[in-house]
Structure formats: C-alpha cells, structure tokens
C-alpha cells in the first residue's frame, strides 16, 4: 500500500519539519563553494558553456549569488544575476505545488481517478499494438489512473517526440498535443483520450506529458487560467517578480541565449524567438522561465515546509507528501539514469546518497532540458540552485554531478 495515511505523515512531518535547527549535520564551507564556481568557469573557458548563474543557501542564509561568463556569447553581454532562463522542466515541482495547493482545500484526493476530475478523460485504453492501417489493438485498463500515478509519472502517459518515441508518442504529435503556439490546455489535453495509455497505470516510472496535464486540472478544479492561477496564487505571494510563461518585453534584454558547444570548440546559439511573447498553450511540463533568486525562493518555501517570510503556500502535509517516494509497489526507481533516486510529486527524491555523489537521503530535485537545475537537501538544510542553458544533455548531467561532488565532498 502507498504511503500517504495521514497518521504516518504526522509522524513523517513530527521527524523532518519540527526540528530543523537539530537536523544541519554539516556547514558548506568556502572551498566547496569554490570548486562548484571552479567548476563551472572551467566549462566556460573551454566554450562548453556560455555562462552560469550560480545560487547556494543554508539555513535559509545565501552564500554565493554569482554570474559567470556571458548571457550572450556573440555580443560578449556578461551574466548577470539577474539573468532570466527557460528553465523548461522545472517548471514541473511549480505545477505539482499549484495542484497541491488545491489539494490543500480538499477539492481532490491523490487516489481519486483523473476521469473523475476530467471526465474527457473517461475509459481510456491500454495500448497492445497497431495495425497496419493505423488503428489501435488495444486492453482494458485494470484501474483508471489516478492523481497520484498522475504526479509521479506511473499513469500510462509518455512524451512527444524525441522525448519518447514510437507509435503513441508519434499519436500525441499527430494530434497537435504540445503545440505552443496554436493551441490551448483546454484544446489539446482532451485529444489524449483518443490515444490509448502506452502501458497499466502503476506499472511502469516513464517520464511523460502528465505534469501539462496537470495545469489542466488546476484550470478545471479552480477555475483559472493556469497562468492567473500561478501569477495570483503562487508567483505573487513569494515575490517572484521574473517568473512567467514569456518574458515581457521590458525585459527581453535579460533573457540568456541557448548555445549547443561544437565539434570545433565554438558554441552556436540554438534558441529562436520563443518566450518572448505569450504562448497559447501553457506548458505546465516545460514552459516556465526564471531567475536563480525567484527560483530560490520557491525552493526555501518548500525546504521550510510549505511558507516564506509569513507566507503559507503548501501544508506541512502537502509537502510531505510531494518529497515522499510515491512509486507504486513493483516500481523499485527511477532508472539508471538517475541512480539512487526515486520519485514523489513532480520531484525526484535520492534513496541512496552513494549512487548520487553523497546528496542527502530525502534530497528532492529536478532539472530542465537546458541544462538549469536545482536541488532541496531537507537533512543539510541546503538549496542549490544552477542556471545554464546548454543544448547538450548529457553534458549538462556531467555538469550537475560535478556540482553535486563539488559541496558534498
């Protein structure tokens, strides 16, 4: 049975949130900050990154703040702190928080069926395989998936393309799922019942589509547009001043350009005209951008349970609830990609600190296909906050590791 009775989470919350003063085991000292700046101004000089904004608090006091490098290679303008980035997939713990602040006021349960809040989405199928002439072979699914598989990537759900591949992937791109500029939450979530899910709800860790599908249920349950609801609910609260779905145009000169390094040594700029004006379909799974400092404060909100300078956004039981590995029985991880790790609500949470360069047990993060990434250490009392934006994904972990070594060591 998953792990959400409330009497556990009292005791849950009793050990990880009533005492934090007792719960730092070690201070970061100055020379791991520095070889995480070292680090990272290294890539810079040998043109595999174009720059970095690096972040880094303990007991909710900042460390370091610094810009490396350039926002923009070609015009050598400098980072600065200030510096606004796509961050893409962390954009995925803001949506899971704008659900659980629904959740919050009882207008949904983890274990509820998704139907029952999105009846469109009523008996949907499995996928067996497909015929010749495009038609679906397809199963009953043994239960509907619910809220909970929905905020842990266990539903049935897979991505676009080239995220994920094949004919259901193929199917969510043929029918205009995802498409930012032409079409709305509301127009495109509802195509996904005409799909089947790629494999039982439960069964399977694969990362997916279901955190835009969550914005849709946020705009369902609470009868907002997604990006209202986060503006008036979330960003305003906590001072996010930088934090939406384009970056207006008084701005637009803070925005870093995305590089892809070269085979010779160079790094050519990959990023188009995109977020700087209004998108019709409000990515939940990938369409934020954000400063290092707006990020951070919706990181400490979370390490200190929920609230940030007298601000409650989350219960205590509510954020329990999203660090807590929440993967069905038979699920043992979240792949070898990330060793170590398991999966909560819309977080990856480290099981094992030895697979996972001796980051905290309970360690809740995330990263975006650009490269920014950061990491919640509710043991160390710790926020790491990394922004890049790198075209090349597996650099970009070699990146994250480093830094990981760099203040655990």
């Known amino acids: 049975m998953l792990k959400s009775l409330k009497g556990l989470l009292a005791l849950c919350l009793a050990l990880s949130l009533a005492l934090p003063g007792s719960l730092v085991f070690a201070d970061i000292d100055q020379a791991s900050l520095d070889a995480a700046k070292a680090d990272l101004q290294a890539r810079i000089d040998a043109n595999k990154l174009s720059g970095a904004v690096l972040m880094v608090a303990q007991d909710g006091e900042v460390l370091m703040h ?9 015009d050598e303008v400098p980072m600065s702190t200030d510096s606004i980035f796509r961050i893409f997939s962390m954009t995925k713990p803001v949506t899971g928080t704008a659900l659980m602040m629904l959740y919050d006021e009882g207008l949904f349960e983890l274990d509820d069926p998704v139907e029952q ?16 002439d495009g038609s679906w072979e397809t199963e009953p699914a043994e239960h509907p998936m619910t809220v909970r598989e929905l905020m842990s990537h266990t539903g ?68 907002q547009p997604f990006d209202e609801f986060l503006k008036q609910r979330l960003f305003e609260p906590l001072g996010m001043e930088d934090t939406g779905f384009f970056v207006q145009p008084e701005n637009a000169d803070r925005l870093a350009g995305q590089y892809r390094p070269t085979e010779d040594g160079s790094l050519q700029r990959t990023d188009t005209g995109a977020f700087l004006q209004a998108p019709k379909f409000l990515s939940g799974g990938g369409g934020l951008t954000s400063t290092a400092a707006d990020y951070m404060k919706f990181a400490q909100m979370h390490l200190n349970g929920g609230e940030l300078d007298g601000v409650r956004i989350l219960s205590e039981e509510a954020v329990q609830l999203m660090r807590s590995n929440q993967l069905p029985e038979g699920v043992p991880n979240i792949g070898q990609l990330y060793p170590g790790n398991v999966f909560g ?30 990491w919640i250490d509710p043991v160390e009392d710790i926020v790491f906050i990394g922004m890049i934006q790198n075209d090349d994904i597996l650099y970009s972990l070699q990146v994250h590791g480093a830094a990981r070594a760099a203040i655990y060591r």
Request: charged share 10%.
């Open 345 to 374: 609500l819309d977080f990856a949470i480290v099981e094992n600190p030895d697979a996972y360069q001796g980051a905290s047990a309970g360690t809740h993060w995330w990263w975006g296909i650009a490269g920014s990434w950061f």
């Open 117 to 132: 809040h999105l009846p469109e989405l009523a008996g949907m199928q499995v996928f067996v395989s497909q015929n010749e």
């Open 66 to 74: 610094e810009a490396l490098g350039y926002q923009t290679v070609e």
């Open 156 to 223: 049935g759900l897979l991505y676009t393309p080239p995220l994920s591949n094949g004919p259901i992937a193929m199917a969510y791109a043929e029918a205009g799922i995802m498409n930012l500029p032409e079409v709305t939450l509301a127009e495109s979530m509802p195509a996904l019942a005409d799909i089947p899910l790629a494999y039982q709800p439960g069964s399977q860790w694969v990362y997916s589509i279901s955190v835009d599908v969550q914005g849709y249920m946020v705009e369902r349950l609470s009868g």
